[in-house]
């Protein structure tokens, strides 16, 4: 069964630093690219970072410098670090796997909360 579970999310301050984690499972995890997405109350899912098969990322521009995205394919694990975090970044974070033929999977989801 293709899984793909996210972890790490919780309450955090702001300026404060969480990591995601996203472990996959039932499929070719190096062979997929990897990302991730986020979705806040009221407004459309939108990408956050992403990392190819060969490795290369792309950002957010509301990310940038503060996030990190890396995978670990001997763990078959992806993974997000959100340093100096802001309210805006309070969402439910989606990890997302795509193959180069666009089969697609997602997880639940897990809920960041950035707040004092």
């Known amino acids: 069964q293709v899984q793909l579970v996210e972890s790490g999310g919780g309450l955090v301050q702001p300026g404060g630093s969480l990591r995601l984690s996203c472990l996959a499972s039932?499929?070719?995890?190096?062979?997929?690219?990897m990302g991730w997405y986020r979705q806040a109350p009221g407004k459309e899912r939108e990408l956050v970072a992403t990392?190819?098969?060969?490795?290369?990322?792309n950002y957010a521009d509301s990310v940038k410098g503060r996030f990190t995205v890396s995978r670990d394919n001997a763990k078959n694990t992806l993974y997000l670090q959100m340093n100096s975090l802001k309210p805006e970044d309070t969402a439910v974070y989606y990890c997302?796997?795509?193959?180069?033929?666009?089969?697609?999977?997602w997880g639940q989801g897990t809920q960041v909360t950035v707040s004092s």
């Open positions: 039932g499929f070719p995890f190096r062979s997929y690219h």
């Open positions: 990392i190819i098969i060969t490795g290369g990322t």
């Open positions: 997302n796997a795509q193959s180069p033929w666009q089969r697609t999977y």
